[in-house]
């Protein structure tokens, strides 16, 4: 049972440079998120998908688009990368029902080293 | 805007001390409070959940109490081990699918 499956785990990028970042879940969540992790600043999230067919932003949104491809899979797209958008990506997903007590476990991937110059 | 800290950012501790971690947040009006570990170039691990209902949920070793008043959370790690060195990151869910994470407390545990 593999998870949630992040790749590249590691990417060097010139500003300016384009690149998506894939995840995949197979454990039928109908929840995914990125998120980026700094130093000394927690996670922050960047887009989510509450199910299928919907991506909606999260707190630091700007600089990337996202796309919900299918059940399985969320792709994050730096448009035109720039220094600030260092940080380590994590994908994560999660059965999540609003009224539904015990839902919203979170379950992330191994995460994306991504370096701008 | 919802602020959680984690204090104290570091913690070493010998093998066999319980450890207490603590998570607090400003806004009360949380639906779900989460731990979390995290290793060394890894992602996140979930440890456990609890609904804003609930004051505690246990697993094992761990414990992890809640008083949404005070707007605090406690993670307890019995008799420690040195596999428990990690990061641990508390994260409260305050609206549909945005959790606020706190920057974490690293824990290391000494043989």
């Known amino acids: 049972n593999a998870g949630v499956t992040q790749t590249p785990k590691f990417q060097v990028l010139k500003t300016g440079q384009s690149m998506t970042l894939q995840c995949a879940q197979d454990?039928?969540?109908?929840?995914m998120y990125w998120y980026r992790q700094d130093p000394g600043m927690g996670l922050r999230l960047i887009y989510y998908?509450?199910?299928?067919?919907?991506?909606d932003k999260g707190e630091v949104p700007n600089g990337y688009n996202v796309s919900r491809l299918n059940k399985r899979e969320f792709s994050l797209r730096l448009e035109s990368a720039a220094p600030s958008q260092t940080s380590v990506y994590f994908c994560?997903?999660?059965?999540?029902?609003?009224?539904?007590?015990?839902?919203?476990?979170?379950?992330f991937g191994e995460g994306s080293r991504l370096t701008v110059l | 805007k919802q602020e959680v800290t984690q204090i104290p950012a570091a913690l070493s501790v010998p093998e066999g001390e319980n450890l207490v971690l603590n998570c607090s947040f400003t806004?009360?009006?949380?639906?779900?409070l989460q731990w979390f570990r995290q290793d060394p170039g890894k992602g996140l691990t979930s440890l456990l959940l609890?609904?804003?209902?609930?004051r505690e949920q246990t697993s094992g070793r761990l414990n992890a109490s809640l008083d949404k008043s005070s707007g605090r959370s406690t993670l307890y790690i019995a008799a420690s081990q040195p596999g428990d060195s990690a990061t641990y990151l508390c994260?409260?869910?305050?609206?549909?699918?945005?959790?606020?994470f706190g920057a974490g407390t690293t824990v290391t545990v000494r043989a």
């Open positions: 998908s509450a199910s299928e067919g919907t991506t």
């Open positions: 994260a409260v869910e305050e609206s549909d699918y945005k959790l606020s």
């Open positions: 806004d009360s009006a949380i639906y779900n």
């Open positions: 994560a997903s999660s059965v999540y029902y609003r009224d539904v007590a015990n839902t919203g476990e979170l379950f």
């Open positions: 454990m039928n969540h109908n929840s």
């Open positions: 609890i609904q804003s209902s609930q």
